[in-house]
């Protein structure tokens, strides 16, 4: 079985599914960042620090859909096309374009699959 993000690409795969495949992607790809972020605050444990750093990931993202006019809960493919190009803007702010384009690409292999 072939997982990207957590999703198995030989399944049938819905937006919602590609929806929380680039949260995980986007919580991946900036975790030095977050962890850089937080280092001042204190933290009851490593386990709440991923928690809170997890819920960051999950309000950028959710930020871009609302930025970009999407419903977060209910997306379509155009949609997340269009959440993905607000994201790859977010990220340039702190990551190389060698390391966007490379997690873009695992997603789009997702939304290829989405009908």
């Not at 972020?37 to 928690?51: D, L, T, V, Y």
């Not at 209910?74 to 790859?88: D, F, N, Q, T, W």
């Amino acid at each position: 079985m072939a997982t990207i993000y957590g999703v198995d690409t030989e399944g049938e795969i819905t937006p919602l599914m590609v929806r929380d495949a680039i949260v995980r992607c986007f919580f991946q790809a900036h975790k030095e960042v977050l962890e850089c972020m937080n280092r001042e605050n204190e933290f009851s444990s490593q386990k709440e620090r991923g928690n809170f750093e997890k819920l960051q990931a999950d309000m950028i993202v959710r930020e871009a859909f609302e930025s970009a006019g999407i419903n977060f809960n209910a997306p379509s493919k155009r949609g997340i096309l269009m959440v993905l190009e607000e994201l790859k803007v977010i990220a340039s702010e702190f990551r190389k374009p060698e390391i966007i384009e490379k997690h873009y690409n695992e997603i789009m292999k997702l939304v290829e699959k989405l009908k």
